[in-house]
């Protein structure tokens, strides 16, 4: 996780709890109480995530370091009971905090950053979901591979 400023730190703290406030309340208590990495995996994947991503989209924006942690949180949030504007909305979340504490700092072209990487996060939904769905089309097509075998050998048991 980077070391991020006082003022960063803060920032970030806001952003996550307003990420974890989208997730039903037990569940946000959960990952927001719990810190450590094997306990709950989860909330430490979006605490380090989230920090990458703020560190990234208020500094170089590092496309590959972006990526990398936008990525491992959007796959998780893909495969969540989310629709495709709540799994990607998070991203939003920011520039909400990000105007409340406004630094001296803050790049000038900070909107365009976030729609960047909101949109960046849309594309990785997408492509999540559709594994998703081409794993499940597999998994039926299994299942119907060995239904139809049950019944040829049932069907010549019979004769």
Known sequence: MPALSEQKQASLEKWLAL???TYPSQTSRFLQSDKDRFRNPMG?????GLAILLDE???DMDSDRLGVALDSIVRLRAVQDFTPSE????????RDVLQEDRAAGTPPDLERR?????????DL?????EEIYQIKAREARRQLYVL??????VQG???
Request: glycine share 4%; net charge positive; charged share 30%.
């Open 157 to 159: 048991e019979e004769i």
């Open 148 to 153: 139809e075998r049950m019944r040829e050998r």
């Open 57 to 59: 989209i208020t500094g």
């Open 19 to 21: 990420t974890l406030a």
């Open 44 to 48: 430490h994947m979006l605490r380090e």
């Open 114 to 122: 976030i729609d960047r990487t909101a949109l960046q996060a849309f």
């Open 125 to 129: 939904f997408m492509k999540c979901r």
């Open 87 to 94: 799994a990607v909305g998070f991203v939003y979340l920011l």
